[in-house]
T-cell receptor, first 108, second 115 residues
Framework: EDQVTQSPEALRLQEGESSSLNCSYT??????LFWYRQDPGKGPEFLFT???AGEEKEKERLKATLTKKESFLHITAPKPEDSATYLC?????????FGKGTKLTVNP | NAGVMQNPRHLVRRRGQEARLRCSPM?????VYWYRQLPEEGLKFMVY????????ESGMPKERFSAEFPKEGPSILRIQQVVRGDSAAYFC?????????????FGPGTRLTVT
């Protein structure tokens, strides 16, 4: 069964304190791994797609990496506006299978 | 605004009533997906549609739920005879399905409350 596990469930950082979020997955035939950001009361906002092990993508203070079993979302020098829930998903056939997310809080 | 649009944003229904949720995909997108998010749960796939076709409905409850994406107009997710357990946020996503990937762009969601 296709499965995505994210850790930690919640993470509190001080502004400027870098860290990483983990996404472990099992899927038969990875066609893509996706990172989204979700703010309270809003829909998920697309961040990155990774297709193969070794691939990396960056956007501002975020960097996503991919291995054969997991993906990391690295947050460098976060700011309070980076506070959100970060969702990881894998493509299984035509649908996305999501993890439960990591709720990130960045304190000023 | 070229994003995915959903309406209504909030919907309150009494047990036994019908709920209709609408989704207009991003301009140029012909693939629509519906997901449900329960409190403290992850997003769960419900159904995948293209114009006039249901491609994958493996995540849809067998009874009371139906979806359509007509040739003209928005995609509709319909829930008949709602129960309290249907209370959730329902998100629609759309994609182009190009470049071999499947970036899905989500709407703001419809929050359904069943009283």
């Amino acid at each position: 069964e296709d499965q995505v596990t994210q850790s930690p469930e919640a993470l509190r950082l001080q502004e400027g304190e870098s860290s990483s979020l983990n996404c472990s997955y099992t899927v038969s035939g990875l066609r893509g791994l996706f990172w989204y950001r979700q703010d309270p009361g809003k829909g998920p906002e697309f961040l990155f797609t990774l297709y193969s092990a070794g691939e990396e993508k960056e956007k501002e203070r975020l960097k996503a990496t991919l291995t054969k079993k997991e993906s990391f979302l690295h947050i460098t020098a976060p700011k309070p506006e980076d506070s959100a829930t970060y969702l990881c998903a894998v493509q299984a056939a035509e649908k996305l299978v999501f993890g439960k997310g990591t709720k990130l809080t960045v304190n000023p | 605004n070229a994003g995915v649009m959903q309406n209504p944003r909030h919907l309150v229904r009494r047990r036994g009533q019908e709920a209709r949720l609408r989704c207009s995909p991003m301009k140029g997108h012909s693939h629509v997906y519906w997901y449900r998010q329960l409190p403290e749960e992850g997003l769960k796939f419900m159904v995948y549609l293209q114009k006039e076709n249901i491609i994958d409905e493996s995540g849809m409850p067998k009874e009371r739920f139906s979806a359509e994406f007509p040739k003209e107009g928005p995609s509709i997710l319909r829930i008949q005879q709602v129960v309290r357990g249907d209370s959730a946020a329902y998100f629609c996503a759309s994609s182009q399905r190009d470049r071999g990937g499947n970036e899905q762009y989500f709407g703001p969601g419809t929050r359904l409350t069943v009283t």
